[in-house]
């Protein structure tokens, strides 16, 4: 058996002090969905560390109407349902109904179907009919570059809302000009410049102020309950 790194032993640590993951079957069947489907499936479930993480950001936001890009099977709705107010709502969007039908099935064995809506199809075609504003939204479908469909996010969002984007790994591997794999199969050649432009276009923007967290992200954020 293969020695766990520290980082994976102090995770797990962090983890069981938390209670364990409520959702880890679905963050398991996730993982074996991706070996399963295919190539173009994209199904790469956040940590739970983060999840955890993002659950406490949606606490503290006070988040009511959190949307999200990139549901897969519905592990990160789950956690972003679990820290909305009691009549807020998650909407989850994803290219693949299959993955839509998949994560529907463990909302509802979570008896969480009633606070998750569910779309199917390209975020670029349904964001232009959800009508906002929204307190969170998500972005877990972006990679590699600016997203066609980023305007209409940041139109989305309430003034004062928190756009909170995952897969920024890939900016720390731009810079360092060492990435884990080759990218360009899922991202283009040119990925690590359209990653730096997309960033420096974030942290440009009047509209939005922007903090890219460095990993493993030593932060601790506790919301008082009302
Ligand atoms: C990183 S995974 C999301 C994982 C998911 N949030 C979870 O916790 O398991 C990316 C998902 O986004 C979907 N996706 C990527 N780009 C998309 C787009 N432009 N429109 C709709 N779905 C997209 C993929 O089909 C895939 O299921």
């Known amino acids: 058996m293969s020695e766990q790194s520290d980082h994976q032993r102090v995770a797990e640590h962090l983890l069981q002090l938390y209670g364990g993951d409520p959702f880890a079957h679905v963050y398991q069947a996730s ?5 399963a489907h295919g190539p173009d499936c994209g199904v790469y479930p956040s940590e739970p560390q983060k999840m955890r993480l993002l659950n406490t950001i949606v606490r503290a936001a006070g988040g009511r109407r959190v949307l999200e890009i990139g549901c897969g099977l519905g592990y990160s709705a789950l956690w972003l349902a679990d820290a909305v107010s009691r009549d807020g709502v998650v909407e989850t969007i994803d290219r693949f109904p299959e993955h ?18 569910f779309h199917a199809g390209e975020a670029a075609d349904i964001l232009p ?3 906002g ?3 969170v939204i998500h972005d877990d479908g972006w990679f ?22 995952s897969n920024w790994f890939l900016l720390e591997q731009a810079i360092t000009g060492e990435p884990s794999m080759d990218w ?7 990925w690590a410049k359209a990653v730096t432009s ?7 923007r009047p509209d939005l102020h922007v903090s890219f967290m460095l990993s493993p992200a030593w932060v601790a954020l506790a919301v008082k309950a009302e």
């Open 100 to 117: 839509i039908d998949l994560a529907r099935r463990f909302a509802v064995d979570a008896g969480m179907d009633g606070c998750i809506q």
């Open 31 to 35: 993982n074996n969905h991706r070996e």
């Open 198 to 204: 997309y960033a420096q276009k974030l942290v440009a």
């Open 184 to 190: 360009s199969q899922f991202a283009g050649r040119d």
């Open 144 to 165: 590699g570059r600016e997203p066609p469909y980023f305007e209409r996010v940041v139109a989305l969002l309430r003034p004062g809302g928190l756009l909170v984007m």
């Open 133 to 135: 504003p929204y307190d």
């Open 129 to 131: 009919a959800l009508s």
